[in-house]
């Protein structure tokens, strides 16, 4: 209108009245800005961040996991220690050091009651469990197939990881689920191959920080007179 309105040309009466806008309208609009207004918005990152954030939070558990099992393990420490003394006196033959032995258990309650049978081997299987679970995240977190294969199954009925329940490792089959209730669905996941052989983890384990800079690795660590302990650890640097 603005072009022709200097050239001389005329502009149908009523030729605006469909931009016009009504009250309804504007009602409409205003409603629409106060539903965008209170309404809750969470990103979905994929995933890819769910997983990661999956597996962290399971070696968080692993380390308190880890943390338990050190601590009931202090009675077995002792078994260990009373052992490698018998061992000793046996093969030398010394009736003195099987004297001193026998003094020790006298002397010291080093036998084993239930409860500490108990809560050694529940912290170890806590343990297995705990680390089986975060190696299972990591592994998804790590395997891009896998984290395609995740969104895709999402993705098919609409669903976003931002509406994920938690993820659940199952150590019979091999397979991670994770829950989405609104959907009535869950994404399934299988890990299996990632398994190691017993060997495997031993094998790593005799690298591992918590073997090789741990106490049993120090050679004063089954030394029962604290003296000799002491000149061990003084000799030895530890």
């Known amino acids: 209108m603005e072009v022709y309105s200097s050239q001389g040309g005329i502009a149908p009466t009523g030729f605006t009245d469909q931009g016009l806008v009504s009250i309804q309208q504007a009602d409409d609009y205003n409603l629409a800005i106060s539903s965008v207004q209170q309404a809750s918005y969470v990103a979905d990152a994929g995933a890819q961040q769910y997983f990661d954030d999956q597996a962290q939070n399971a070696m968080n558990n692993v380390n308190v996991a880890i943390d338990t099992y050190v601590q009931a393990s202090s009675a077995m420490i002792e078994v260990v220690m009373i052992n490698d003394m018998a061992a000793e006196?046996?093969?030398?033959g010394d009736v003195q050091q099987a004297e001193a032995l026998q003094t020790y258990i006298t002397q010291n309650d080093v036998t084993l009651n239930q409860a500490e049978v108990d809560l050694y081997n529940s912290s170890l299987q806590g343990v297995e469990s705990a680390t089986q679970e975060a190696a299972a995240f990591m592994a998804i977190a790590g395997d891009p197939a896998l984290i395609d294969s995740a969104?895709?199954?999402?993705?098919?009925?609409s669903a976003?990881?931002?509406?994920?329940?938690?993820?659940?490792?199952?150590a019979a089959n091999g397979d991670v689920t994770v829950g989405f209730e609104t959907y009535a669905m869950t994404v399934t996941l299988s890990v299996s191959s990632y398994f190691k052989a017993s060997v495997d983890i031993l094998s790593a384990g005799e690298q591992g920080g918590f073997y090789t800079t741990g106490p049993t690795a120090n050679p004063c660590f089954f030394i029962q007179d604290p003296v000799e302990r002491d000149e061990c650890v003084a000799s030895n640097g530890a």
């Open 160 to 170: 976003t990881y931002a509406e994920a329940g938690d993820a659940f490792f199952d």
């Open 89 to 92: 006196a046996q093969a030398s």
């Open 151 to 157: 969104n895709q199954q999402a993705s098919a009925v």
